[in-house]
């Protein structure tokens, strides 16, 4: 029988549920919260045939050489602060990611996580709301853990940790590693319910802080200084004319100047 890879992760006791193959981690995700999969859940698969994306792109999810996994939350917190939970697990996954590999990580604003400028992990979170309280949210990863060759359309910007260090991973141990930072890092944003005591934290990882950035808004582009983010996880850029600007996630794309980052 073949050995399913997460066998021995530790995840607080939790759910583990696991796909060999499946369309996508987060709908699945979805679908079990619907039907009342507790806070805590892990959806894992192997392989998904629709894997999704921010911005309605599609995640590419090759068999057997990466993680795919989407975690059911149900916190009590107000809705407003769901956003800050995918700043969060990107947190987690730089840590784990850099303690396994030794790869010097980053994060680009709010949680694609990159390795040499390009994109190593991409994190896409959804929440439902039932009566204007949170229902639940889905914070959904990928991470490129041992994938050799990536497709033309991406090669540019995707990266894996066997790309940047020609060394294959354990996948149940990064897995392992980026359960127990997330643990971590979400008890440390309960306490407050906002990024205060993660602030540091995330801004030291930040790929983005004191460099030229370019925010695309539908009213207009403009260039300014990212200086890293506030308690409310919102980017804070300063436009050429002294201006300071509050980015919100998800409204806005921010683009480095040179390459991806
Ligand atoms: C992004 O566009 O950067 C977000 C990508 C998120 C991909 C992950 S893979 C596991 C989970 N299931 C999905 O369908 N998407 C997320």
């Known amino acids: 029988m073949k050995t399913q890879y997460y066998m021995h992760t530790k995840w607080a006791g939790k759910n583990i549920i696991f796909y060999e193959?499946?369309?996508s981690t987060n709908i699945d995700a979805k679908r079990l919260a619907q039907e009342g999969a507790p806070h805590g859940t892990l959806v894992v698969a192997e392989e998904q045939t629709d894997g999704r994306g921010r911005r309605g792109r599609s995640w590419q999810a090759p068999a057997g050489k990466n993680i795919y996994f989407s975690m059911i939350l149900r916190p009590k917190f107000a809705a407003e602060h769901a956003s800050m939970l995918t700043l969060v697990m990107a947190m987690s996954v730089a840590r784990?990611?850099?303690e396994r590999s030794g790869l010097e990580t980053g994060i680009k604003w709010p949680n694609d996580i990159v390795v040499?400028?390009?994109?190593?992990?991409?994190?896409l979170t959804e929440m439902t709301l039932e009566e204007r309280a949170i229902g639940y949210v889905v914070v959904g990863v990928g991470i490129n853990v041992n994938q050799q060759v990536f497709p033309e359309d991406i090669r540019e910007t995707a990266t894996s940790l066997f790309c940047e260090s020609g060394r294959i991973f354990?996948?149940?141990e990064l897995l392992q590693s980026v359960m127990e930072a997330f643990e971590a890092d979400y008890e440390t944003f309960l306490k407050t319910e906002d990024m205060s005591l993660l602030r540091k934290d995330y801004n030291a990882w930040l790929v983005n802080?004191?460099?030229?950035?370019k925010v695309l808004e539908p009213t207009g582009d403009y260039v300014g200084i990212a200086h890293g983010i506030n308690e409310k996880g919102e980017l804070l850029v300063e436009r050429e004319n002294g201006q300071l600007e509050i980015v919100y996630a998800g409204e806005v794309s921010v683009?480095?100047?040179c390459g991806y980052v």
């Open 21 to 23: 193959k499946t369309g």
């Open 255 to 257: 683009r480095g100047i």
């Open 116 to 123: 040499n400028k390009k994109k190593i992990c991409g994190i």
């Open 170 to 172: 354990s996948r149940e």
């Open 96 to 98: 784990a990611i850099r």
């Open 209 to 213: 802080t004191d460099s030229q950035v």
